[in-house]
């Protein structure tokens, strides 16, 4: 068993997510918060510029800005881009057998009602087996599997072996909420315990198999010719994140009261309801799948 040197909690990676701004700010006070004797923690505030302008970014979305391919790319020179090429060569870099960090945890919150979630990426055996702990540890967190938006995972923590987003809400963009901010912080003093105890192998057996929500697909509002939204989410799925939609079920009202429903025949389960940073990418919600997976 390869043992854990480095980890990485990552804040700020959206500039107006507080949540993960201020935990790192914390941390910077109270350093001792985040150390374990046999690793090394490192935090840090990823996009400051957006930070200081209270914003999701600068000139792109960061968080989808980690493509191997454009990370070497000279000519991309964005605010973002020279961003994430310096945190992929500090952290990084993407691919490598030896990287600077074994784990990324970037730490983010929506405006959608998404409780206390993980939302998980890739399939490395260390996240599934860090899953199946915080399954046990922290009953009330949500695992959910995406797929993504774009042909390559960008995320932050891709460029590193092993990672995933914390995603917790709802929060409005800009705001501190304290209830979620201390769940946030609990959830990660929690990843760190896991790591100390897996390098001094005195893991606990963990369970052989975990629910999750696996990601089906995105769901675009209802748009007009010319592109633009013609309805709302419907208030049935407002502010109830993880709800069960049936066939029949309403999903979005148009702005003169008649709903559209959700006409397929297999039962899904609707996250990221109208979360505020998606109206850009052109989506409204997104299905999933609840589904037991074995992890080793
Ligand atoms: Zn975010």
């Given at each position: 068993m390869r043992k854990i040197k480095t980890v990485a909690i990552t804040g700020g990676t959206h500039g107006n997510e507080l949540t993960g701004v201020y935990l790192i700010k914390k941390f910077f006070k109270n350093p001792d918060l985040v150390k374990r004797s046999n690793f090394e923690t490192l935090f840090m505030h990823t996009n400051l510029g957006a930070m200081k302008q209270c914003t999701r970014y600068v000139d792109k979305d960061l968080n989808r800005t980690f493509v191997t391919q454009d990370l070497a790319d000279p000519s991309r020179c964005t605010y973002e881009d020279i961003l994430a090429k310096n945190l992929n060569e500090k952290l990084g870099p993407k691919g490598s057998k030896n990287p600077h960090v074994d784990f990324i945890v970037d730490l983010?919150?929506?405006?959608?009602?998404?409780?206390?979630?993980?939302?998980?990426?890739?399939?490395?055996?260390?996240?599934?087996?860090?899953?199946?702990?915080?399954?046990?540890?922290?009953?009330?967190?949500?695992?959910?599997?995406?797929?993504?938006?774009?042909a390559e995972v960008s995320f932050v923590n891709s460029i590193a072996p092993n990672g995933f987003a914390i995603e917790v809400g709802p929060i409005p963009q800009g705001v501190l909420r304290a209830d979620l901010f201390f769940e946030t912080e609990t959830l990660v003093q929690k990843i760190l315990?896991?790591?100390?105890?897996?390098?001094?192998?005195?893991?606990?057996?963990?369970?052989?198999?975990?629910?999750?929500?696996?990601?089906?697909?995105?769901?675009?509002?209802?748009?007009?010719?010319?592109?633009?939204?013609?309805?709302?989410v419907h208030p049935n799925l407002q502010d109830h994140g993880y709800i069960k939609v049936q066939k029949g079920?309403?999903?979005?009202?148009?702005?003169?009261?008649?709903?559209?429903?959700?006409?397929?025949?297999?039962?899904?389960?609707?996250?990221?309801?109208?979360?505020?940073?998606?109206?850009?990418?052109?989506?409204?919600?997104?299905?999933?799948?609840?589904?037991?997976?074995?992890?080793s």
């Open positions: 983010h919150s929506t405006t959608s009602d998404m409780g206390l979630s993980i939302i998980i990426d890739n399939d490395s055996p260390l996240v599934w087996k860090l899953a199946a702990y915080l399954s046990v540890h922290e009953p009330k967190l949500h695992i959910f599997r995406w797929k993504g938006d774009t315990d896991f790591f100390e105890k897996y390098n001094n192998n005195t893991l606990e057996t963990l369970p052989k198999e975990i629910e999750i929500y696996n990601h089906i697909k995105l769901v675009d509002f209802p748009r007009d010719k010319k592109g633009e939204i013609k309805a709302a079920d309403p999903l979005f009202i148009d702005l003169e009261g008649r709903v559209i429903y959700y006409e397929e025949e297999a039962d899904v389960y609707a996250l990221f309801i109208n979360e505020a940073a998606y109206y850009e990418k052109g989506f409204a919600m997104c299905f999933a799948e609840k589904k037991t997976i074995k992890v």
